[in-house]
């Protein structure tokens, strides 16, 4: 799959896919208040950022969207889920995951290569258990 770009709209699922060898695995660009997208039982590998985020208005796992996780982040360049400034104050769902570390490794810039979740000034709540180390984690 090429890069999934979110509507502004949102409320999608994006599911059961393998997105590889992209800038952005997916972008969220989403601006809506009070819809979120879905992304769950997804392979997101080899692209530069796995997931980029400036609203946190994606569910990976256990959110408002109601996603069972499940997606595999792993071998993303830089990091494997960005999430922005834009997202200060906000809470990410991210459970039931498979990553390249566990506890998933963090940073607050995004100049960390292999990061697995890059969080802005930790601005954000990023919540992650029930994860595991993907079968293919990269360091």
Not at 62 to 88: K, M, P, R, W
Not at 116 to 131: K, P, R
Request: charged share 10%.
């Amino acid at each position: 799959m090429t890069t999934y770009s979110s509507p502004s709209s949102g409320g999608n699922i994006i599911s059961g896919n393998s997105i590889l060898s992209n800038y952005n695995g997916i972008a969220d660009s989403t601006m809506s208040v009070n819809k979120v997208n879905k992304v769950e039982k997804n392979i997101i590998f080899q692209n530069n950022v796995g997931i980029s985020s400036d609203y946190v208005k994606v569910d990976l796992g256990q959110g408002l969207a109601g996603s069972v996780g499940e997606n595999i982040f792993s071998c993303n360049h830089h990091q494997d889920v960005y999430v922005g400034t834009a997202a200060s104050g906000q809470t990410l769902y991210a459970l039931n995951n498979a990553w390249d570390h566990m506890p998933p490794t963090t940073s607050n810039s995004y100049s960390g290569y292999g990061a697995d979740i890059v969080n802005l000034n930790y601005g954000t709540i990023v919540y992650y258990a029930g994860g595991s180390v993907t079968s293919r984690a990269c360091n």
